[in-house]
């Protein structure tokens, strides 16, 4: 984290940007949803704290890498699963905007420019919100966590093929070329795919969440 923080704990220009640009977005979200509110969808103080909240572990958790590759992408604490749970608990409006402010704070610390497009390939964490859309059906969350980590790998494996195959190492096996992006992306997204499935498969965690979620719903 010393890439936000000096040495003697206070923000770097980075941090302060980082900051800066967290209060906007979540600025932006309040602002949207909260339009709605006439048709009773509108965003209370409980959702945008929750949203918040998600947003925030998120951004913390993606620091804690179990491997990173060389070109980009890694296993972290279970990042991706927090975006998931927002759009999980308030739907996939929600669950795409607090994702898309994600990937914006993601883009602020590590920002790598060649297209408008590419940006959206490579930070495409508003593909996470599609979770939303299983909210309501039977082990929703499992299924749209894996749903949306494949939608999460096709967006980067899509700028993979239009932009990066130019970096596949000289040793991968040329029969597999064509499969590159692919098999790079989807490494790092399954393997930590599978831990968060795991994790959330079981039966105290998944009691946990299920307490969260009647929290974030307001349900007693």
């Given at each position: 984290?010393?890439?936000?923080?000096?040495?003697?704990?206070?923000?770097?220009?980075?941090?302060?940007?980082?900051?800066?640009?967290?209060?906007?977005?979540?600025?932006?979200?309040?602002?949207?949803?909260?339009?709605?509110?006439?048709k009773?969808?509108?965003?209370?103080?409980?959702?945008?704290?929750?949203?918040?909240?998600?947003?925030?572990?998120?951004?913390?958790t993606?620091?804690?890498?179990?491997?990173?590759?060389?070109?980009?992408?890694?296993?972290?604490?279970?990042?991706?699963?927090?975006?998931?749970l927002?759009?999980n608990?308030?739907?996939?409006?929600?669950?795409?905007?607090?994702?898309?402010?994600?990937?914006?704070?993601?883009?602020?610390?590590?920002?790598?420019?060649l297209?408008?497009?590419?940006?959206?390939?490579?930070?495409?964490?508003?593909?996470?919100?599609?979770?939303?859309?299983?909210?309501?059906?039977?082990?929703?969350?499992?299924?749209?966590?894996?749903?949306?980590?494949?939608?999460?790998?096709?967006?980067?494996?899509?700028?993979?093929?239009?932009?990066?195959?130019?970096?596949?190492?000289?040793?991968?096996?040329?029969?597999?070329?064509a499969?590159?992006?692919?098999?790079?992306?989807?490494?790092?997204l399954?393997?930590?795919?599978?831990?968060?499935?795991?994790?959330i498969?079981?039966?105290?965690?998944?009691?946990?969440?299920?307490?969260?979620?009647?929290?974030?719903?307001?349900?007693?």
């Amino acid at each position: 984290m010393s890439f936000f923080v000096t040495a003697d704990g206070g923000l770097t220009t980075a941090g302060y940007v980082g900051c800066v640009v967290l209060m906007v977005a979540l600025v932006v979200i309040a602002s949207v949803l909260s339009a709605q509110k006439s048709k009773g969808t509108g965003m209370d103080a409980r959702k945008l704290a929750f949203c918040a909240m998600g947003m925030a572990l998120a951004f913390v958790t993606s620091y804690v890498k179990v491997f990173e590759l060389p070109y980009g992408g890694s296993v972290t604490l279970f990042s991706m699963l927090f975006i998931v749970l927002i759009a999980n608990w308030y739907g996939a409006k929600t669950g795409i905007l607090v994702g898309f402010a994600y990937g914006l704070l993601q883009f602020i610390q590590g920002p790598y420019v060649l297209s408008l497009f590419q940006v959206c390939c490579d930070y495409a964490f508003a593909a996470l919100g599609v979770a939303g859309f299983f909210g309501k059906k039977k082990n929703g969350l499992l299924i749209g966590y894996i749903v949306a980590v494949l939608a999460r790998g096709f967006f980067h494996t899509l700028g993979g093929y239009l932009y990066w195959m130019d970096y596949m190492p000289e040793n991968f096996p040329q029969s597999l070329k064509a499969l590159y992006p692919i098999i790079y992306n989807y490494s790092y997204l399954l393997a930590e795919g599978v831990l968060t499935v795991i994790l959330i498969s079981l039966p105290p965690v998944k009691k946990a969440l299920q307490t969260v979620a009647r929290t974030a719903h307001g349900a007693n």
